[in-house]
Antibody, heavy 121, light 108 residues
Framework: QVQLVQSGAEVKKPGASVKVSCKAS????????IHWVRQAPGQGLEWMGI????????GYAQKFQGRVTMTRDTSTSTVYMDLSSLRSEDTAVYYC??????????????WGQGTTVTVSS | SYELTQPPSVSVSPGQTARITCSGD??????PYWYQQKSGQAPVLVIY???KRPSGIPERFSGSSSGTMATLTISGAQVEDEADYYC???????????FGGGTKLTVL
Protein backbone atom coordinates (compact mmCIF):
# COMPACT_ATOMS: atom_id res chain seq x y z
CA GLN A 1 0.00 0.00 0.00
CA VAL A 2 1.01 3.62 -0.50
CA GLN A 3 2.98 4.78 2.50
CA LEU A 4 5.15 7.67 3.66
CA VAL A 5 7.34 6.87 6.65
CA GLN A 6 9.09 9.73 8.39
CA SER A 7 12.15 9.80 10.60
CA GLY A 8 11.92 9.93 14.36
CA ALA A 9 11.50 12.76 16.81
CA GLU A 10 14.27 15.32 17.18
CA VAL A 11 15.33 17.68 19.97
CA LYS A 12 17.49 20.58 18.86
CA LYS A 13 19.02 23.66 20.41
CA PRO A 14 18.25 27.15 19.08
CA GLY A 15 20.42 27.99 16.10
CA ALA A 16 20.87 24.37 15.07
CA SER A 17 19.51 22.63 11.96
CA VAL A 18 17.24 19.63 11.60
CA LYS A 19 16.82 17.24 8.68
CA VAL A 20 13.60 15.23 8.49
CA SER A 21 13.28 12.35 6.05
CA CYS A 22 10.21 10.93 4.36
CA LYS A 23 10.53 7.51 2.69
CA ALA A 24 7.93 6.62 0.08
CA SER A 25 6.75 3.14 -0.84
CA UNK A 26 3.94 1.47 -2.73
CA UNK A 27 3.95 3.81 -5.74
CA UNK A 28 6.22 5.31 -8.39
CA UNK A 29 8.22 7.86 -6.42
CA UNK A 30 8.79 10.24 -9.32
CA UNK A 31 5.13 10.42 -10.33
CA UNK A 32 3.86 12.61 -7.51
CA UNK A 33 4.85 15.82 -5.75
CA ILE A 34 5.63 15.90 -2.05
CA HIS A 35 4.40 18.74 0.17
CA TRP A 36 5.85 19.58 3.59
CA VAL A 37 3.45 20.88 6.22
CA ARG A 38 3.98 21.70 9.87
CA GLN A 39 1.75 22.17 12.89
CA ALA A 40 2.86 23.98 16.02
CA PRO A 41 1.29 22.85 19.32
CA GLY A 42 -2.36 23.88 19.43
CA GLN A 43 -2.10 25.65 16.08
CA GLY A 44 -3.30 25.05 12.53
CA LEU A 45 -1.60 23.47 9.55
CA GLU A 46 1.06 25.50 7.76
CA TRP A 47 2.41 24.81 4.27
CA MET A 48 6.20 24.98 4.06
CA GLY A 49 6.98 23.98 0.52
CA ILE A 50 6.84 21.46 -2.29
CA UNK A 51 9.28 19.26 -4.19
CA UNK A 52 8.94 17.45 -7.49
CA UNK A 53 10.86 14.19 -7.02
CA UNK A 54 11.36 13.60 -10.76
CA UNK A 55 13.56 16.64 -11.28
CA UNK A 56 14.07 17.99 -7.79
CA UNK A 57 12.46 21.37 -8.46
CA UNK A 58 11.15 23.06 -5.34
CA GLY A 59 8.95 25.90 -4.16
CA TYR A 60 8.97 27.34 -0.68
CA ALA A 61 6.63 29.48 1.38
CA GLN A 62 8.02 32.97 1.68
CA LYS A 63 8.17 32.61 5.45
CA PHE A 64 10.78 29.85 5.15
CA GLN A 65 12.81 31.16 2.20
CA GLY A 66 16.49 31.04 3.04
CA ARG A 67 16.02 28.64 5.95
CA VAL A 68 14.48 25.57 4.33
CA THR A 69 15.91 23.19 1.75
CA MET A 70 14.00 20.26 0.29
CA THR A 71 15.87 17.52 -1.55
CA ARG A 72 15.26 14.00 -2.76
CA ASP A 73 17.13 10.77 -3.34
CA THR A 74 15.49 8.80 -6.12
CA SER A 75 17.64 5.73 -5.39
CA THR A 76 15.95 5.33 -2.01
CA SER A 77 12.61 7.04 -2.77
CA THR A 78 13.22 9.48 0.04
CA VAL A 79 12.66 13.20 0.33
CA TYR A 80 14.31 15.40 2.93
CA MET A 81 13.38 18.67 4.58
CA ASP A 82 16.25 20.62 6.13
CA LEU A 83 15.38 23.59 8.35
CA SER A 84 18.20 25.76 9.67
CA SER A 85 18.63 28.51 12.29
CA LEU A 86 16.03 26.87 14.47
CA ARG A 87 14.18 28.88 17.06
CA SER A 88 11.63 27.96 19.69
CA GLU A 89 8.78 28.88 17.33
CA ASP A 90 9.86 26.03 15.04
CA THR A 91 8.75 23.49 17.64
CA ALA A 92 6.09 21.58 15.75
CA VAL A 93 5.03 18.34 14.15
CA TYR A 94 6.35 18.19 10.59
CA TYR A 95 4.46 16.19 7.95
CA CYS A 96 5.24 15.13 4.43
CA UNK A 97 2.29 14.45 2.14
CA UNK A 98 1.91 13.13 -1.41
CA UNK A 99 -0.02 14.88 -4.15
CA UNK A 100 -3.03 13.17 -5.74
CA UNK A 101 -1.43 13.46 -9.18
CA UNK A 102 1.67 14.76 -10.92
CA UNK A 103 0.42 18.30 -10.98
CA UNK A 104 1.78 21.16 -8.91
CA UNK A 105 -1.79 22.34 -8.41
CA UNK A 106 -2.97 19.04 -7.01
CA UNK A 107 -3.65 18.70 -3.31
CA UNK A 108 -2.45 15.81 -1.15
CA UNK A 109 -4.03 12.54 -0.14
CA UNK A 110 -1.43 10.44 1.65
CA TRP A 111 0.35 11.75 4.74
CA GLY A 112 3.35 10.62 6.71
CA GLN A 113 2.93 9.92 10.39
CA GLY A 114 4.56 13.20 11.40
CA THR A 115 7.89 14.01 13.02
CA THR A 116 8.00 16.01 16.23
CA VAL A 117 10.77 18.58 16.33
CA THR A 118 11.39 20.28 19.65
CA VAL A 119 13.63 23.33 19.83
CA SER A 120 14.79 24.04 23.35
CA SER A 121 17.89 25.25 25.10
CA SER B 1 0.34 36.88 0.70
CA TYR B 2 -2.70 34.76 -0.01
CA GLU B 3 -5.22 33.80 2.67
CA LEU B 4 -8.07 31.35 3.03
CA THR B 5 -10.64 32.31 5.67
CA GLN B 6 -12.64 29.80 7.71
CA PRO B 7 -14.91 30.29 10.74
CA PRO B 8 -13.07 29.23 13.93
CA SER B 9 -15.90 27.01 15.11
CA VAL B 10 -19.15 25.38 14.07
CA SER B 11 -21.47 23.54 16.41
CA VAL B 12 -24.40 21.24 15.55
CA SER B 13 -26.46 18.54 17.24
CA PRO B 14 -26.12 14.94 16.07
CA GLY B 15 -28.11 14.36 12.88
CA GLN B 16 -28.06 18.01 11.86
CA THR B 17 -26.25 19.43 8.85
CA ALA B 18 -22.92 21.13 9.45
CA ARG B 19 -21.58 23.60 6.92
CA ILE B 20 -18.02 24.87 7.00
CA THR B 21 -17.03 27.66 4.65
CA CYS B 22 -13.71 28.69 3.17
CA SER B 23 -13.26 31.95 1.30
CA GLY B 24 -10.37 33.00 -0.90
CA ASP B 25 -9.89 35.23 -3.91
CA UNK B 26 -8.34 32.48 -6.05
CA UNK B 27 -11.04 29.88 -5.42
CA UNK B 28 -12.88 30.65 -8.69
CA UNK B 29 -9.72 29.38 -10.45
CA UNK B 30 -8.21 26.95 -7.94
CA UNK B 31 -9.68 23.79 -6.46
CA PRO B 32 -10.14 23.58 -2.71
CA TYR B 33 -9.24 20.44 -0.79
CA TRP B 34 -10.74 19.61 2.59
CA TYR B 35 -9.05 17.74 5.44
CA GLN B 36 -10.33 16.34 8.70
CA GLN B 37 -7.91 16.20 11.60
CA LYS B 38 -8.64 14.51 14.89
CA SER B 39 -6.56 15.17 17.96
CA GLY B 40 -3.06 13.70 17.74
CA GLN B 41 -3.56 12.33 14.22
CA ALA B 42 -2.43 13.24 10.75
CA PRO B 43 -5.00 14.99 8.54
CA VAL B 44 -7.30 12.92 6.33
CA LEU B 45 -8.56 14.06 2.92
CA VAL B 46 -12.37 14.15 2.87
CA ILE B 47 -13.13 16.20 -0.27
CA TYR B 48 -10.95 17.08 -3.24
CA UNK B 49 -11.36 19.20 -6.38
CA UNK B 50 -14.45 20.99 -5.06
CA UNK B 51 -16.74 18.02 -4.58
CA LYS B 52 -15.05 14.65 -5.12
CA ARG B 53 -15.00 12.19 -2.24
CA PRO B 54 -12.11 9.74 -1.76
CA SER B 55 -12.97 6.09 -1.31
CA GLY B 56 -13.79 5.27 2.29
CA ILE B 57 -15.18 8.69 3.11
CA PRO B 58 -18.87 8.52 4.12
CA GLU B 59 -21.44 9.90 1.71
CA ARG B 60 -22.56 12.44 4.30
CA PHE B 61 -19.46 14.47 3.39
CA SER B 62 -19.91 16.68 0.34
CA GLY B 63 -18.34 19.80 -1.10
CA SER B 64 -19.38 22.69 -3.30
CA SER B 65 -17.96 25.96 -4.58
CA SER B 66 -19.44 29.22 -5.74
CA GLY B 67 -17.28 32.17 -6.66
CA THR B 68 -14.79 32.91 -3.93
CA MET B 69 -16.34 30.55 -1.40
CA ALA B 70 -16.10 26.80 -0.95
CA THR B 71 -18.30 24.86 1.44
CA LEU B 72 -17.84 21.51 3.15
CA THR B 73 -21.19 20.02 4.13
CA ILE B 74 -21.69 17.15 6.55
CA SER B 75 -25.28 15.95 6.23
CA GLY B 76 -26.45 14.21 9.37
CA ALA B 77 -23.32 14.91 11.39
CA GLN B 78 -22.23 12.18 13.76
CA VAL B 79 -20.39 12.46 17.06
CA GLU B 80 -17.38 10.84 15.40
CA ASP B 81 -17.22 13.76 12.95
CA GLU B 82 -16.02 16.05 15.74
CA ALA B 83 -12.64 17.27 14.53
CA ASP B 84 -10.77 20.21 13.07
CA TYR B 85 -11.40 20.81 9.38
CA TYR B 86 -9.04 22.63 7.04
CA CYS B 87 -9.38 23.87 3.49
CA UNK B 88 -6.24 23.87 1.33
CA UNK B 89 -5.66 25.53 -2.00
CA UNK B 90 -3.21 27.54 -4.11
CA UNK B 91 -2.99 31.21 -4.93
CA UNK B 92 -3.72 32.51 -8.43
CA UNK B 93 -0.17 31.82 -9.61
CA UNK B 94 -0.44 28.19 -8.55
CA UNK B 95 2.96 28.46 -6.92
CA UNK B 96 2.00 28.88 -3.30
CA UNK B 97 -0.22 26.63 -1.23
CA UNK B 98 -2.04 27.80 1.85
CA PHE B 99 -4.30 26.31 4.52
CA GLY B 100 -7.30 28.00 5.99
CA GLY B 101 -7.07 28.66 9.71
CA GLY B 102 -9.16 25.61 10.51
CA THR B 103 -12.67 25.13 11.87
CA LYS B 104 -13.38 23.17 15.02
CA LEU B 105 -16.57 21.17 14.53
CA THR B 106 -18.46 20.24 17.69
CA VAL B 107 -21.26 17.69 17.47
CA LEU B 108 -23.25 17.42 20.69
Amino acid sequence: QVQLVQSGAEVKKPGASVKVSCKASGYTFTSYYIHWVRQAPGQGLEWMGIIKPSGGSTGYAQKFQGRVTMTRDTSTSTVYMDLSSLRSEDTAVYYCARSLELNRNSGVDVWGQGTTVTVSS
Amino acid sequence: SYELTQPPSVSVSPGQTARITCSGDALPKRYPYWYQQKSGQAPVLVIYEDSKRPSGIPERFSGSSSGTMATLTISGAQVEDEADYYCYSTDNSGNLWVFGGGTKLTVL
